[in-house]
């Protein structure tokens, strides 16, 4: 009988807290929205697990190593401590998804139409504003946000899974779990959030503007911009060096043409390989303990107005730009702003086909969509370089 209590309390079920099971369903909910609802699978399938796993009764997944006084190892540390301090701690898993994710993008459309870079910028005022409404919060005692927490749920705004785990890993690991998973819900909400906001700022006309042509692009033209992006935005802005710096090398590999191979293997292969680890790194950050307080809710509403803010801005700041442009541009691009690549600029593209039929705009809606890629680069060495000062 002593034998079974002890087997007993040994098991899982028997340390199983109220808490570890609620975070045990959140994760079983993920796991639902991303194989049920197609909600960004690759990245919320491995959180939802990771979730799951580390919420398991002493099993011990996300368990740091121990030493005794003499700094001998006693228990090593569990897996999930290992990916998030390696990959995520270190910054290296969204550093090499932005190099895949540059080897997956043409900057020929922003090129083409340099004005739609100012759209990218635009839709970052929504990063701004948030950092702004997360201290006005904690000032009046509704939530209890430091600078670094507002600095690193302000940059949810920017629609950028990998930028939103980097900032938070460097400024506010704490809250990792909730504002990834805010940041890339709203990524794959982006068909439901969008549209009503673009079509209460625009009218029925200005929906169906169709744009011309984008001039074609040059070899050269390609080869030289991530360079020149690159040194522009280091000498100026070291904290933005690394993002900007990987997503440049993973474009000039798809540009240069002549390292076919490793361009392939930073857009498949590779991003595939580190976005699993992300995910379950992610995931070692979803203990009850750090998720299941009223900050977690503030996070998820504050995510989602940065993210409706960013939008406003770019429709709104492109049908500012109608008023002293002679070539118009149709105002649905500027919602594309936000970087959520390619998804916002496929919903630019679809409201304006519903607006006018012979209205494509996708190419012209990839302009501002890969400068929101920037746009939220270099958001987030301005974060990471205001909160370093502040703080310091």
Not at 289 to 308: H, P, Q, R, S, Y
Not at 327 to 353: C, D, E, H, Y
């Amino acid at each position: 009988m002593e034998q079974l209590l002890l087997l007993w309390n040994d098991s899982g079920l028997a340390q199983l807290t109220p808490g570890q099971l609620t975070m045990m369903i959140v994760g079983f909910g993920l796991l639902y929205l991303a194989i049920a609802k197609n909600f960004e699978p690759l990245l919320l399938l491995p959180i939802g697990l990771g979730t799951v796993l580390v919420n398991v009764p002493g099993a011990g997944f996300d368990a740091a190593p121990i030493y005794d006084a003499l700094g001998h190892l006693e228990s090593p540390g569990g897996m999930m401590y290992y990916i998030y301090e390696m990959g995520i701690a270190s910054g290296m898993f969204p550093l090499i998804i932005f190099m895949g994710v540059g080897a997956m993008t043409d900057f020929g459309p922003l090129l083409a139409n340099p004005k739609t870079l100012l759209l990218g910028a635009a839709a970052q005022f929504g990063i701004f504003a948030t950092v702004i409404g997360a201290v006005s919060f904690s000032a009046l005692g509704i939530f209890d946000f430091s600078i670094n927490d507002a600095a690193s749920i302000g940059i949810i705004g920017g629609a950028d899974g990998p930028t939103a785990i980097f900032v938070t890993s460097q400024l506010s690991p704490d809250i990792l779990g909730p504002v990834a998973v805010a940041a890339y819900s709203y990524m794959a909400l982006v068909p439901i959030i969008q549209p009503p906001i673009m079509r209460a700022l625009t009218t029925p006309a200005e929906r169906a503007i169709k744009m011309e042509q984008l001039r074609p692009v040059s070899r050269t033209e390609k080869i030289i911009f991530p360079l020149l992006l690159l040194i522009l935005v280091a000498m100026f802005l070291p904290a933005a060096a690394p993002l900007l710096g990987m997503f440049c090398f993973g474009n000039l590999m798809r540009e240069a043409g002549v390292v076919d191979r490793l361009s392939d293997t930073a857009q498949n292969a590779l991003i595939n390989i580190v976005t699993i680890f992300l995910g379950l790194g992610v995931g070692s950050k979803m203990s009850a303990d750090k998720f299941l307080n009223m900050e977690t809710l503030g996070i998820l509403v504050l995510g989602a107005v940065a993210f409706c803010i960013g939008t406003a801005c770019g429709v709104l700041l492109a049908k500012l730009l109608n008023k002293f442009s002679d070539t118009p541009i149709n105002p649905l691009i500027g919602s594309a702003g936000v970087s959520a690549v390619p998804m916002a600029a496929r919903v630019s593209n679809k409201v304006g086909l519903e607006a006018n039929p012979h209205n494509h705009l996708l190419m012209h809606a990839m302009g501002p969509n890969v400068a929101g890629v920037i746009g939220s680069a270099i958001a987030a060495g301005v974060m990471i370089s205001m909160v370093s000062n502040f703080t310091g």
